[in-house]
């Protein structure tokens, strides 16, 4: 998200600075499918949790979908990119 943002001269020293800016600038304007508005909110929600619990347990399958999520999430960031730049 940041490696778009920063097209646009864009960056914040938060997660969710980013996260929203994304959001309203991307994907709220269909520039990228809604999907990935999905994908941000659960793998931010897992790093926090992560974070911030104590005991914070992530089942295999749910790893695997995660790991998944992100490869389509970078997929997506990439071909913009390579749009944008060409």
Same mark, same amino acid.
Do not use: P
């Given at each position: 998200? +940041?490696a778009? $943002?920063?097209?646009?001269? #864009?960056?914040?020293?938060k997660h969710?600075g980013?996260i929203s800016?994304f959001r309203e600038?991307y994907?709220?304007?269909?520039? #990228?499918n809604? !999907? $990935? ?6 793998l #931010?929600?897992? +790093?926090? !949790?992560?974070?911030?619990e104590?005991f #914070?347990?992530?089942?295999?399958e749910?790893t695997e979908?995660?790991? !998944?999520d ?5 997929n997506?960031i !990439?071909s913009?990119l390579?749009?944008v730049?060409e």
């Amino acid at each position: 998200m +940041r490696a778009v $943002l920063v097209l646009d001269g #864009f960056d914040s020293k938060k997660h969710s600075g980013i996260i929203s800016r994304f959001r309203e600038t991307y994907i709220k304007t269909n520039a #990228f499918n809604k !999907e $990935l508005s999905l994908i941000i909110k659960d793998l #931010f929600d897992i +790093r926090n !949790e992560a974070d911030y619990e104590d005991f #914070f347990l992530i089942s295999k399958e749910e790893t695997e979908k995660q790991l !998944e999520d992100a490869r389509k999430f970078c997929n997506e960031i !990439e071909s913009y990119l390579k749009t944008v730049w060409e």
